[in-house]
């Protein structure tokens, strides 16, 4: 059966093959759209019959039990002081009880309540304290006794009656909470499956119509199956047209090949701040090594940011992190050329491979944009102090100064480089050597057999309390 709709199907034309997809679409986006403003809808009168009954409800309940409360104070207020004020007051309050009931009863939607009960005891209460105030004044005498128990009875059914009310209403309230979260879940689903219908749909109907379609589209079907796999070094098919295919070949290769550039740098891109991380940085210095062409490997670290870290705590640090990215991130699109990269190896180490003419300038841009920024982290306190006290990895207190930052330069122009792992070690070694300095330093190895030979020779430093560089 599906073969032979299938097979109805490339019978078509090109153009009823593409209005038959566009109609699949539209009755998707019809069925989402429609069950969507259904689900609507729904939510929005049950939050119309919360707004509009329940919460008035809530609060109605609980003014009545505040002017039953009030009336009985300026009851006894009447009964010892003979005031015409307070017996005034005690009626007020009684009219006032007596409109929150007219209110409950306007309330639109409310289930079944004993409003009528409720009015029926508020009466009494009125008549058995107007009754009973000659006799209240006596508070020993067996009368008093006995209308302050009616009272007193009275006034805790009323309350008990009331509270049902506002507890139903708050019941209700909760249940209809419920059930919008229930209705905004099921909606969601429905809303999720539907669009993955339609996404599935979409896919199979793009597939049946280049299918359909022979020669150019074919081959180029055929690329895009490669290059959906990750296989970026898949050749894309020449198409001679002069037309839009031919144009549609050429915009695969540039695709590729910024797609092939894309997986690489963003592999293993850190969550903290979205750059790439080791594996890419690898390929793209294996990459660079292998097209022989002038390369300036970049190492930038922190110093002394462990001590940073254990004195402030990771969240501060993990800003620190980000903003040190973002700084190295500037300084490359304000002094670097458009291949140059930015990885994050992990902690407080970044890299930046560039070309030797570029790294200079990149790298005193970094340096003098973090020694501004670095200010920012630390405590006035710990500012003025000029270092933090922290311990080492031995666990001795040290003193630590202001961090700095250190950046290890690796070129290809004194000898070739053979393997990532050379370029780490020299990398790692002229860190250690970097980090031995005061200030925030970059160091350049130009050494062709002698370690130490040209170290002094190559480092630019970067005073704290000065804004110029000198040759050390």
């Known amino acids: 059966m599906i073969d ?40 929005n009168e049950i939050n119309s019959a919360i707004i509009k009954t329940d919460v008035p409800l809530i609060e109605v309940s609980d003014r009545m039990i505040d002017n039953l409360l009030a009336q009985e104070l300026y009851a006894r207020r009447y009964v010892i002081l003979k005031s015409p004020e307070m017996l005034g007051l005690f009626r007020e309050k009684s009219r006032e009880f007596d409109r929150q009931v007219e209110k409950i009863r306007t309330l639109p939607g409310l289930k079944k309540i004993s409003v009528d009960r409720i009015a029926e005891l508020h009466a009494e209460y009125n008549d058995l304290f107007v009754k009973g105030i000659q006799h209240l004044r006596n508070t020993d005498s067996p009368s008093a006794k006995k209308y302050d128990a009616e009272i007193k009875k009275n006034q805790e059914e009323l309350i008990r009656l009331i509270n049902n009310i506002s507890s139903a209403a708050r019941q209700d309230q909760n249940e209809k909470t419920v059930l919008t979260s229930g209705i905004g879940t099921t909606a969601f689903r429905v809303t999720a499956i539907l669009c993955i219908v339609g996404v599935i749909s979409s896919i199979g109907a793009t597939i049946l119509i280049t299918r359909s379609i022979a020669g150019p589209i074919s081959r180029l079907k055929l690329a895009t199956q490669k290059i959906s796999e990750g296989k970026f070094d898949h050749n894309i098919p020449e198409v001679k047209n002069q037309d839009e295919l031919g144009d549609l070949s050429h915009a695969f290769n ?10 690489e740098m963003y592999l293993d891109a850190s969550p903290l701040t979205r750059l790439p991380g080791s594996i890419a940085i690898e390929n793209v210095l294996k990459k660079r090594m292998e097209e022989d062409n002038p390369l300036a490997f970049c190492l930038i670290d922190m110093d002394n940011f462990k001590a940073f870290n254990d004195r402030y705590g ?11 990215a973002k700084i190295v991130e500037k300084s490359v699109a304000e002094n670097g050329i458009s291949d140059d990269f930015v990885g994050h190896i992990g902690g407080d180490d970044f890299v930046l491979i560039t070309i030797p003419d570029q790294f200079r300038k990149t790298c005193s841009s970094i340096i003098e944009a973090f ?17 933090i006290i922290g311990k080492t990895r031995q666990g001795q207190k040290a003193e630590f100064p202001i961090m700095t930052i250190s950046i290890a330069v690796v070129t290809n122009l004194q000898k070739k480089l053979t393997s990532t792992i050379e370029v780490g070690e020299l990398a790692a070694e002229l860190k250690e050597y970097a980090k031995s300095i005061a200030g925030s330093v970059y160091v350049v190895d130009r050494r062709r057999r002698d370690v130490r030979a040209e170290h002094d020779e190559n480092v630019i430093r970067f005073p704290k309390k000065t804004s110029s560089q000198r040759d050390v």
């Open 4 to 43: 032979r709709i299938i097979a109805l199907f490339l019978r078509l034309s090109i153009a009823r093959k593409m209005l038959l997809g566009y109609l699949t679409l539209a009755i998707l986006i019809f069925l989402i759209s429609a069950f969507t403003l259904s689900s609507l809808d729904r939510l």
């Open 254 to 263: 540039i695709m590729t090949q910024r797609l092939k550039r894309l997986e």
């Open 314 to 324: 990771y969240a501060r640090g993990s800003e620190l992190i980000k903003a040190t």
């Open 371 to 387: 020694d501004k920024k670095i200010h920012e982290f630390y405590d006035s306190d710990d500012l003025n102090k000029g270092y």
